[in-house]
Structure formats: C-alpha cells, structure tokens
T-cell receptor, first 114, second 114 residues
Framework: GEDVEQSLFLSVREGDSSVINCTYT??????LYWYKQEPGAGLQLLTY?????DMKQDQRLTVLLNKKDKHLSLRIADTQTGDSAIYFC??????????????FGKGTKLSVKP | SAVISQKPSRDICQRGTSLTIQCQVD?????MFWYRQQPGQSLTLIAT?????????ESGFVIDKFPISRPNLTFSTLTVSNMSPEDSSIYLC???????????FGPGTRLTVL
C-alpha cells in the first residue's frame, strides 16, 4: 500500500539551515505537500509541489523532489525558534478521476536551539 | 482563505460515553473531511462528510462508531461513540477542493478518554 516515511526528529541551531527528508512509495503521486503543526494547533499547509517539478522555492522554504528516488525534502533557510514544530510530508494518491486521498508521514519534530 | 473552527478544543471523557465534535466554516465548501491523529502518529482519514447524504468511510472506520452529519455546506459534526481509552486522539476536520487537491485543517479537538 501507500506509505510515507520521515525521520522523527531533527535538531538545529538558530540561523542554520534545516533539511527535512521524506520518502514515498506511490510513483503515481501527482502532488506532494509539506504541512507544519505547532504545539496544540492544527496543520498549516506550507507548500506543495507538482510531480513534474524538481524544485520549488518560497521565501525561506525550498522543496526538492527526486521523482526517480521518490524522495522529497524541505529546506528551511535561516531557521528560527518559531520554526520549531512538527513537519508532515504528504502525498496525493489518486484512485481514479478526481478521487483520492492524502497520505501523511508520521511527522518530523524540528527543535531549534538558540 | 476560509476560517475553520472546531468545538470543543479539548475534552476529557469517561469510558462508554459519546462526544460530538463540531466543525464550522465561514464560507460554503463542497468537500469536508474528518481525520484522526493518534499520539505520535500521522493523520488517518476517517471519512468524507457529504452534504445531504451519508458520509463515506475509510477502511477500518464504521458509521456506528463515528457517525457524521453534514446538514449544510458550512457545518459538520463527528461523534465518537461508546468511547474507550484507545479513542484518545486529536480529531481534525479539513476542507478540500483547493488547487492541487490541497486541504486546509481546523485547529483540532484533543480528546482524552479515561
């Protein structure tokens, strides 16, 4: 079945870059997403990338997609303490027509040390 | 973008009781979903809340345990019935139908069952 894997923890120092990695299994995924969940809050959509792209940049965020290896990464430049959160990778799995589901990884907890 | 609210934000319930969670959106949306996020786990889709008809449940979830109502395009409820400690989770509603199948999440309801 479909599966999305992420490392569970990442710790960085303030001002450094963070790179959060994700692998997925469904080669037919058309879209991949990064969500952020702060303590006690719901999920916030950060960005998404279409599968025919290999990079997308949005301010401090850079998404890299290696479709051959089914590997997605999220780079956060100049990481701040406010970036401390759990980051979820997700893929859109198409079941036919417009039907499908979002499949989520277990999330990577990013800790930013001052 | 739409504003999504959930009530209650958290609750502590006794085994064997039921809890109804409300999801309210400030604009009409076609697609609404309910997810469960168990402690330390990823999000799992419970069901798609269909306006004016029965919800569509994912494998492993049944209507008797998780009845869902969707009386209009701005509101839905999820009931967790006959609760046990294994039902302790965060329950989130989300809106779909955005570009690239994006979904936007409510703040979640944190449920603890004793």
């Amino acid at each position: 079945g479909e599966d999305v894997e992420q490392s569970l923890f990442l710790s960085v120092r303030e001002g450094d870059s963070s790179v959060i990695n994700c692998t997925y299994t469904d080669s037919s995924s058309t879209y991949l997403y990064w969500y952020k969940q702060e303590p006690g809050a719901g999920l916030q959509l950060l960005t998404y990338i279409f599968s025919n792209m290999d990079m997308k940049q949005d301010q401090r965020l850079t998404v890299l997609l290696n479709k051959k290896d089914k590997h997605l990464s999220l780079r956060i430049a100049d990481t701040q303490t406010g970036d401390s959160a759990i980051y979820f990778c997700a893929e859109w799995v198409n079941y036919g027509g417009s039907q499908g589901n979002l499949i989520f990884g277990k999330g990577t907890k990013l800790s930013v040390k001052p | 973008s739409a504003v999504i609210s959930q009530k209650p934000s958290r609750d502590i319930c006794q085994r064997g009781t039921s809890l109804t969670i409300q999801c309210q959106v400030d604009s009409q949306v076609t697609m609404m979903f309910w997810y469960r996020q168990q402690p330390g786990q990823s999000l799992t889709l419970i069901a798609t809340a269909n306006q004016g008809s029965e919800a569509t449940y994912e494998s492993g979830f049944v209507i008797d345990k998780f009845p869902i109502s969707r009386p209009n395009l701005t509101f839905s409820t999820l009931t967790v019935s006959n609760m046990s400690p294994e039902d302790s989770s965060i329950y989130l509603c989300s809106l779909g139908g955005g570009p690239a199948h994006t979904q936007y999440f409510g703040p979640g309801t944190r449920l603890t069952v004793l």
